[in-house]
């Protein structure tokens, strides 16, 4: 028994003399196990327990705290025990006293004062009832300290009761909903009850006129050209397409109604029906006869919208798929034309073709058939702009974005349904993402991508037999140019002599080359594309060399216009300057010295350009200098502008 | 406990010893009660508490935040946790808001001792007011020359209606409620006094403490002190038996019709002093002669060294007057309490083991009679004395400060503590009999129903 009692002691002890945060589960889990089979072991430790309290260093105290607390929260004995002396207790975990604060390290003191209160909160939410002692701990930290508690347990049960409250209000919300739905079940049944009998009513016209129409059974006549089953399948299907009853002049209008009717029983009966089924199933009610009936009544509706459904479908088909299909096949409508033309190019197939041929002759034609099948069905414009919106409509890889396409509004950035516990610090949970950052950030890449090209191989015949299977761009090193043949490896695109010729390797491409282009010129029937193609591109070169010719004409005048214009320039600035000269040598005789500078002028002209520069400056300055001494403020521009003068005229030694 | 009734029932235990048994049982397993709790309206230390003597159902307590409340102690306002915990709310609160209110903290609350009509207390702010329980006004309202620090009534009076009023002043005044003037000033303490307090035996004497450290014993109906008590005078332990003394009463019965009714305790020794002049007490030990001639000479209009005695040294904080009357136990700042044998006025030197005591109040004691226990505020904690050995019998802790005051009620053998928590803790005993009661009644319940289902069944089959 000593022993025993020895080891509880030392196990606490262990257990507190540590620097941990947490006690050592292992140890936890021994010291409950010892204190659990005896009584004296428990009054040992809640006595040594408390002794370590009383240490003075908080660290021992919090790991001591956290020991009570597991086994206060389990045994009875021992929290009548610490019970006694809870006031101590307290005293020495939340240092409520003045003359006892806690002790040393004060990080740890104070996260024992706050694992001290909210143990005390705990503990009184959960034994307060049984314990005076905690009540009135409790209370005295509560209200006449005024601790801080945490009020876990209080923003629980807040959280609780607003929880309790929205259910309350939306079971409250059904069972209106249930009210009104009772009493509006018969109204609604009578409706939809019309309306199946409205739909009953023209389907049964129609297939009264069909009976009358006569159906040229088509089965057998080719039945053994289909191969697969897969085929025969397709060949059912378009004889029962070919079965239906087709839309014509004379039953347009009870297909326009029967197609209404569809309509409103598929968007409003079936919706209210299987909205108030959801609801008779979530609503709570006293009496759940009425409901279970209730229930059965309009699950049996709802079996017989589904029947009439599939009905209308049957009987109408193309009334069917076209309203229900409409949308995604006008959605589709332009990837649908690609394979399609591409099949009919690589591997047409037969049935589908004669399929086409059922119908309409082609499969653009199908469609552009189809589209206009539309227009006339539902006597709408809608699909004209629609499809000339989607021919412009950008192509656009998918991304999440398009879920905000053209929406032009702010987004909240921190509430995206993710419930984030930001450990960076608070969140703001009205951060807004202006609409243009989004736009900003929507920006999509697009990535040039290179078009796939399929490079033939070069297919011309072999000595040893065979055809070559290099593939190259354009030029085989061994055969010369790649061209079209046959499979003999022939050319196809030349029906003369040539084809002996072909063969040779050592051919020469130019030759060759030439020799094509001879040949395209002589006949274009064999490879219209190709031959349109190389007349295009001869075109297109042709143009392209009279622009280059018609551009060096445009330069070589654009010069001499240049050359001309300086010349008309210079010659300007020296008439100028004669004028100038001549008008300030002799500022008495006005009109003689005008004819003269004309004469002049004229004569300078002649006279070669740098000469007549040079002397001309200097006159002009000796002139100036000279004789106009008190227009000093024109000498010193003069002066000023020299210099640049003098540079331009280095620049531009042929312009003044 | 059913042996006992067993016993009761057979005539072998007397009714009186019988409910003794019980009470002390009672007594001897208080603990705080965990299913009454006082919802206390005040928001400063609690100085006062008494429940009234008639019916022992109306708590008063005083707060120093100048409320007064009432509770009823019987009868809980409303329940908690599924019905356990009896919530007892005031029913009467006189506080601040209150128009004629007190100020200042009130010091003390008592009951008139005839019924619970009304109540008196004492405040800070100099007033004693009395007070219609009913109406919650004020009847009356003695100015006092200080600060008041205790009033008190006297539990046997048939012929006065006076209020002792301890105060900051040297004199104790006696206001009358018949008059509404002060019917005494009595003087002779040198400071403020503390405590006062009625003699449980007779209705003409007063005893109080003083912050001298004096206790003085006062016959109304004469001027002066008759007695001051001097710790340095002791007698060993208990008086002698009862034979003895009733021998000695038998001899001097000749005066003891002029001292009244049943003042028999103190009028003795005043008999003895005009029989035999250096016989003046009963002690056992008998010393000092002398001093005792001196004493007696002097006694009439007192103004002699003996008169500078002292019962503690420093304040006189409590004093309790045990119900029979014969002893009063004392409590001082010096962190003592003392057994003085009335009769003698010695100190019976019990050691009682006190760890310490509030010094800066005045403390409220109280006592049990039947195993005779003193309840002490000693701090945060209050500790009951066994009164003739001085032991500590038990220990309440549950304040979270300084525990000022506590009332022993008699009736339920309960203990109501007030501290400067602002609480009131009810300490009642642990609920053995109801247990043992409602173990039986389960046991009883559970045989029939296990009888019950075996019939239904041998029914079935």
């Known amino acids: 028994m000593e022993e025993e009692r020895g080891k509880v002691r030392a196990l606490i002890e262990m257990a507190t003399n540590s620097t941990e945060r947490e006690v050592d589960p292992r140890l936890l889990k021994a010291i409950k196990y010892v204190v659990r089979y005896s009584d004296p072991e428990l009054r040992l430790a809640a006595q040594t327990l408390m002794d370590l309290m009383k240490r003075d260093h908080s660290q021992v105290r919090y790991l001591t705290l956290l020991i009570i607390d597991e086994l206060f929260m389990r045994s009875k004995l021992f929290r009548t025990l610490v019970i006694e002396n809870l006031d101590q207790l307290l005293s020495l975990s939340v240092g409520f006293r003045r003359n006892l604060p806690l002790p040393a390290p004060p990080a740890i003191a104070t996260i024992l004062r706050a694992k001290a209160i909210e143990f005390l909160e705990k503990w009184n939410a959960t034994f307060g009832v049984h314990y005076r002692q905690i009540r009135l701990g409790f209370d005295y930290l509560k209200n006449t300290l005024r601790f801080h508690f945490p009020n876990l347990q209080a923003n629980a049960a807040r959280i609780q ?56 059974p088509l089965d057998d006549d080719d039945f053994e050209e289909f191969r697969s089953s897969e085929l025969r399948q397709i ?83 193309a009334l069917a798929t076209n309203v229900k299909e409409e949308e995604e096949e006008d959605f589709w409508e332009e990837g649908k034309i690609g394979p399609t033309e591409k099949g009919s190019s690589s591997t047409p197939s037969k049935p589908k073709q004669k399929l086409q041929n059922l119908a309409v002759a082609s499969t653009s034609g199908e469609i552009k058939n189809e589209q206009s099948d539309n227009n006339e069905l539902r006597k709408t414009d809608s699909n004209s702009p629609r499809s000339k919106l989607l021919s412009e409509a950008p192509v656009v890889e998918w991304g999440s974005f398009l879920g905000n396409w053209g929406l032009d509004r702010d987004f909240m950035a921190n509430q995206r349904g993710l419930e984030l516990e930001n450990h960076w610090g608070r969140v703001d949970y009205d951060a807004v993402i202006p609409a243009e950052k989004i736009a900003e950030l929507n920006l999509q ?107 060096k004409i445009d330069k070589q005048s654009l010069n001499r216009a240049k050359l001309a214009k300086v010349r008309e320039h210079n010659e300007a600035v020296l008439r100028d300057a004669a004028l100038a000269s001549t008008s300030r040598s002799e500022a008495v005789g006005e009109d003689i010295d005008v004819t003269n500078g004309k004469k002049s002028s004229t004569r300078n002209k002649k006279k070669t350009l740098a000469f007549m520069l040079r002397k001309k400056v200097t006159t002009k300055d000796r002139l100036a200098q000279r004789l106009l001494n008190t227009r000093a403020r024109d000498a010193t521009t003069r002066q000023l502008t020299m210099g640049e003068e003098e540079t331009y005229r280095e620049n531009f030694p042929n312009q003044w | 406990m059913w042996k006992q009734i067993g016993g009761r029932e057979a005539g072998q235990i007397r009714p009186n010893s019988f409910s003794n048994r019980v009470k002390s049982n009672r007594v001897s397993s208080l603990q705080l009660s965990n299913y009454k709790d006082i919802v206390s309206p005040h928001r400063g230390s609690i100085n006062s508490l008494q429940v009234d003597l008639t019916e ?70 100099h007033y004693v007011k009395v007070w219609d329980t009913n109406s919650t006004q004020v009847v009356m309202n003695f100015k006092m020359p200080g600060k008041v620090y205790r009033t008190a009534m006297s539990s046997l009076a048939t012929s006065h209606m006076l209020i002792a009023a301890g105060t900051e002043d ?292």
Not at chain 1, 167 to 190: A, D, H, M, P
Not at chain 2, 68 to 90: C, F, M, P
């Open chain 1, 445 to 551: 890449a697009t990535f040039y991508k290179e078009e796939p090209v399929e490079i033939q191989p070069c297919r011309a015949p072999l000595r040893k037999g065979g055809l070559c299977q290099r593939r190259d761009l354009k030029v085989c090193p061994f055969h010369g140019p790649i061209i079209p043949r046959d499979d003999e490896g022939n050319p196809i695109n030349q029906k003369n002599p040539s084809s002996d010729e072909n063969p040779s390797s050592d051919e020469n491409p130019i030759q060759k080359n030439s020799l094509i282009d001879d040949e395209t010129s002589l006949d274009l029937g064999s490879d219209l594309s190709e031959q349109l193609a190389k007349q295009a591109i001869q075109n297109v070169r042709d143009r392209e060399k009279e622009e280059g010719r018609k551009r």
């Open chain 2, 170 to 461: 040297v004199q104790v005044r006696l206001c009358d409620i018949a008059s509404g003037a002060f019917a005494h000033t009595l003087s002779g303490h040198r400071d403020g006094i503390m405590t006062v307090e009625w003699s449980t035996s007779s209705e003409w004497v007063l005893v109080t403490g003083g912050c001298d450290g004096a206790i003085r014993f006062w016959d109304i109906r004469r001027a002066g002190c008759f007695r001051v008590l001097d710790q340095s005078q002791s007698q060993l332990g208990r008086r002698p038996p009862l034979l003895e003394r009733s021998a000695l009463n038998k001899v001097s019965t000749s005066k003891s019709s002029s001292g009244g009714q049943n003042l028999s305790a103190k009028s003795r020794p005043q008999q003895r002093k005009s029989t035999n002049g250096n016989g003046i007490k009963q002690s056992p030990i008998g010393r000092i002669p002398a001093k005792a001639s001196v004493r007696q000479r002097l006694h009439p209009g007192m103004l002699s060294g003996q008169d500078r005695a002292t019962a503690h040294y420093g304040a006189v904080t409590g004093l309790k007057v045990t119900d029979d009357g014969m002893y009063l136990l004392s409590a001082g700042s010096d962190s003592r309490i003392r057994l003085w044998d009335v009769q003698s006025g010695c100190n019976t030197l019990v050691n009682f083991e006190t760890v310490r005591l509030q010094t800066s109040k005045a403390i409220q004691l109280a006592t049990s009679q039947d195993p005779a226990l003193v309840f002490v505020p000693c701090m945060t904690a209050v500790k009951a004395f066994d009164v003739w050995s001085g032991k500590t019998h038990m220990a309440f802790r549950g304040h979270y400060e300084y525990v000022n005051c506590c009332w022993f009620s008699s009736q339920d053998q309960e203990l109501y503590t007030g501290g400067s928590d602002r609480k009131i803790l009810v300490w009642s005993p642990s609920r053995l009999i109801s247990d043992e009661l409602v173990d039986h009644l389960v046991s009883v319940a559970f045989y029939f129903t296990f009888h019950f289902n075996f019939y239904l069944c041998a029914l079935k089959l």
């Open chain 1, 235 to 317: 060949r059912l299907d378009s004889l029962k397409e070919g079965e239906k009853v087709h839309e014509n002049n004379d039953n347009t209008v009870v297909f326009d109604a029967l197609r209404e009717l569809y309509k409103l029983l598929m968007t409003k009966h079936m919706g209210s029906v299987q909205e108030s089924i959801s609801v008779l199933i979530r609503v709570e009610v006293p009496d759940n006869r009425l409901r279970d009936s209730m229930l059965k009544e309009l699950i049996d509706i709802r079996n017989r919208l589904v029947l009439v459904k599939k009905k209308c479908e049957e009987s109408g088909c």
């Open chain 1, 161 to 216: 009761q607003e929880r309790r409250e929205r259910e309350i209000k939306t079971k409250e919300i059904l069972r209106n909903k249930f009210e009104t739905l009772g009493q509006n079940l018969s109204t609604i049944k009578e409706e939809i009850q019309s309306t199946i009998d409205e739909i009953g009513e023209c389907l049964d016209i129609i297939r009264a006129k069909e009976e009358n129409m006569a159906l040229a």
């Open chain 2, 56 to 125: 022992g159902r109306y708590l008063l307590s005083g707060a120093s935040d100048a409320s007064v409340a009432v509770y009823d102690v019987q009868r809980a306002t409303d329940y908690e946790g599924d019905g356990l915990i009896a919530k007892h709310k005031s029913i009467v609160v006189v506080d601040k808001q209150h128009e004629q209110g007190h100020k200042y903290a009130v010091s003390s609350a008592i009951w008139y001792p005839i019924d619970t009509g009304l109540f008196i207390t004492g405040s800070y702010d």
